[in-house]
T-cell receptor, first 113, second 112 residues
Framework: EAGVAQSPRYKIIEKRQSVAFWCNPISGHATLYWYQQILGQGPKLLIQFQNNGVVDDSQLPKDRFSAERLKGVDSTLKIQPAKLEDSAVYLC???????????FGNGTRLTVT | EDQVTQSPEALRLQEGESSSLNCSYTVSGLRGLFWYRQDPGKGPEFLFTLYSAGEEKEKERLKATLTKKESFLHITAPKPEDSATYLCAVQTTQGGSEKLVFGKGTKLTVNP
């Protein structure tokens, strides 16, 4: 089966600019997650979708981050405006349901200068 | 607050030298414990899920075990291709929703 697809792989922006990341999950996976992984740390959940709906966005900085999942398939994560501390790898993952193992994409490495 | 602590942070082994990685956790309600492997520049790759104390899972040179407070990932006769960061994550239930909390990982280097 095809894995989780993410783009772009790398992005360099200046602080206060905006950026968007795209994710296409494994076909049929109802649950989609966005994680932030800072260098040397484990992934931290930003937002979790079940089909079209948001299940958990308690750790999403809503003043600058937004995410949507259209038609229960693809998802985009946006940061506007970016701060230096947003430099990290943004990982998208999907699973059959909330109790199944997560399958991760290879992430987007964001550098904010 | 749910916490997942992995030790050591980094481990260097010679090829064939067996060892164990530790994952200790403090969570309000454990639903499951997951082990992932992460190679540089890649996303985490699922290895095992453990649900109850006493459970064990094996895959090639890896064996994962679970107690009420911690999990171990045993690596038997490792090879250089086992070099990676190993992440532990616990699934808990908070406020009616499932949440996966990751540790910081153990970076394993196996020298030939």
């Amino acid at each position: 089966e095809a894995g989780v697809a993410q783009s772009p792989r790398y992005k360099i922006i200046e602080k206060r600019q905006s950026v968007a990341f795209w994710c296409n999950p494994i076909s049929g996976h109802a649950t989609l997650y966005w994680y932030q992984q800072i260098l040397g740390q484990g992934p931290k959940l930003l937002i979790q979708f079940q089909n079209n709906g948001v299940v958990d966005d308690s750790q999403l900085p809503k003043d600058r981050f937004s995410a949507e999942r259209l038609k229960g398939v693809d998802s985009t994560l946006k940061i506007q405006p970016a701060k230096l501390e947003d430099s990290a790898v943004y990982l998208c993952a999907s699973s059959w349901d909330r109790n199944s193992p997560l399958h991760f994409g290879n992430g987007t490495r964001l550098t904010v200068t | 607050e749910d916490q997942v602590t992995q030790s050591p942070e980094a481990l260097r082994l010679q090829e064939g030298e067996s060892s164990s990685l530790n994952c200790s956790y403090t969570v309000s309600g454990l639903r499951g414990l997951f082990w992932y492997r992460q190679d540089p520049g890649k996303g985490p790759e699922f290895l095992f899920t453990l649900y109850s104390a006493g459970e064990e899972k094996e895959k090639e040179r890896l064996k994962a075990t679970l107690t009420k407070k911690e999990s171990f990932l045993h690596i038997t006769a490792p090879k250089p291709e086992d070099s990676a960061t190993y992440l532990c994550a616990v699934q808990t239930t908070q406020g009616g929703s499932e949440k996966l909390v990751f540790g910081k990982g153990t970076k394993l280097t196996v020298n030939p």
